[in-house]
Structures are given as structure tokens and as C-alpha cells.
Nanobody, 114 residues
Framework: QVQVTESGGGLVQPGGSLRLSCVVS????????VRWYRQAPGKEREFIAV??????VTYEESLKTRFTISGDVAKTVSLQMNNLEPEDTGVYSC?????????WGQGTQVTVSS
């Protein structure tokens, strides 16, 4: 059974940084891509970035100056977040594409507050 596990969330002050991790396990099939999303309170889920198995990276344009996705889809995919703002508060989740199927993790809470 495929499991997607996020970690690294927490409370951080405005201007601070956090590094989130996403691990996909329980599959021997090829992991094609891992995407990071976030959902702020009262808002719709928002795409942040994607890392493909070939190493291609795509970002939501408004976040690319502060957020960096990296890693290996078969091991760990990280999301480095810098210069965080209160508006970045929300649940951060990753979604793994395994073959033609998609799997979500439970998410990790990020709270940016002084």
C-alpha cells in the first residue's frame, strides 16, 4: 500500500524558514512525480511546485522566489521555504504520482506567526 508522509511543519516567526519533507513508500512501481500543495484556512488548495522523476521542476510563479523543491522522488522530496509570511500559514501536503495513480499524504501544518 502506497503511503505518502510529510514532515517538518511547525510554528515559525515571520521572515523565518522551514524545510518540509515528503517520503513515498510502499510501492515498487515508478514514482513519476511529487507535487507540493498548500491550503490556507478558508481557502482552496493551491499548487506550489512539482519535481519529476527526471528532475524537472515547475513552480507556482508567485512562490518561486521563496520556495525551492528538491530531492529524489524515489527517496525524499523537500520543500525549502524562506522569508515566510503569515499568509503562508496552512496545511502543506504532497501528492505522489505512481504510474497512473495519485496518492495524497495527510499534510503537515505550517503556522507563521509572531
Amino acid at each position: 500500500q502506497v503511503q505518502v508522509t510529510e514532515s517538518g511543519g511547525g510554528l515559525v516567526q515571520p521572515g523565518g524558514s522551514l524545510r518540509l519533507s515528503c517520503v513515498v513508500s510502499g510501492t515498487s512501481a515508478d514514482i513519476t512525480a511529487v507535487r507540493w500543495y498548500r491550503q490556507a484556512p478558508g481557502k482552496e488548495r493551491e499548487f506550489i511546485a512539482v519535481l519529476t522523476a527526471s528532475g524537472r521542476v515547475t513552480y507556482e510563479e508567485s512562490l518561486k522566489t521563496r520556495f525551492t523543491i528538491s530531492g529524489d522522488v524515489a527517496k525524499t522530496v523537500s520543500l525549502q521555504m524562506n522569508n515566510l509570511e503569515p499568509e503562508d500559514t496552512g496545511v502543506y501536503s504532497c501528492r505522489a504520482q505512481v504510474g497512473v495513480n495519485y496518492y495524497w499524504g495527510q499534510g503537515t501544518q505550517v503556522t507563521v506567526s509572531s
